[in-house]
């Protein structure tokens, strides 16, 4: 399962160029404020901007249980939502830099380049993660690159070795072809995403 999200880093692009890119000045995990000053008729007037701030209504637990695996999700999306946003930022910059090599060659060579880069970097960080967390990442994946998987390795790779990291990924109970549902079933997830990336949690 590590070695498979340690792939998706790689092969998610597949939408990436079409979405909005954010800026090295963007908040992503911590509170920013910005403190400016106005002229206004001879007046210096102070201003703060702030990052967002979202107010949900407190969650009630049935039990200790819930509780619990509740504190195990938040533990959980601040251990990988980082790597999903590294994902994220990496692929916008390799999808931007293969567009101007010259052709399939230069590009195949490169995409070389990039993935053993990326199994130097990451694999440490990737034997770290449990399982729970590396298919929690393979969805906060989804999330950053606006494509299933198993579409963003079909488009970056081929159909031949998506089908392949499909089967992989099934044999350890998950599949490449799940999306990220913020509004149904990965709603409490959302949740915390967004409270993180706030910096409320």
Avoid at 34 to 49: C, N, T
Avoid at 151 to 174: C, K, L, S
């Amino acid at each position: 399962m590590r070695r498979l999200a340690l792939f998706l880093l790689l092969c998610c692009a597949a939408d990436i160029l079409a979405q909005e890119d954010v800026g090295a000045g963007d908040p992503t995990f911590v509170p920013t404020v910005k403190v400016g000053k106005v002229l206004d008729r001879g007046d210096s007037i102070q201003y703060m901007e702030m990052s967002n701030v979202y107010v949900y209504p407190g969650l009630e637990f049935k039990n200790k249980r819930q509780q619990e695996s509740y504190m195990r999700l938040v533990k959980n999306v601040k251990a990988v939502l980082p790597l999903a946003k590294d994902a994220r930022y990496l692929l916008i910059e390799t999808a931007e830099f293969l567009e101007t090599l010259p052709n399939k060659k230069a590009k195949e060579e490169h995409m070389k380049r990039v993935e053993k880069s990326i199994y130097k970097e990451y694999k440490p960080k990737m034997k770290k993660l449990t399982y729970s967390q590396g298919k929690l990442l393979i969805k906060l994946i989804h999330r950053e690159c606006n494509s299933s998987s198993y579409e963003a390795i079909q488009a970056f790779m081929g159909p031949v070795r998506a089908g392949f990291w499909q089967v992989f990924a099934w044999t350890f109970g998950a599949s490449l072809k799940k999306t990220y549902d913020p509004e149904g079933t990965d709603r409490l997830t959302e949740r915390v995403v967004l409270m993180v990336e706030s910096g409320q949690i």
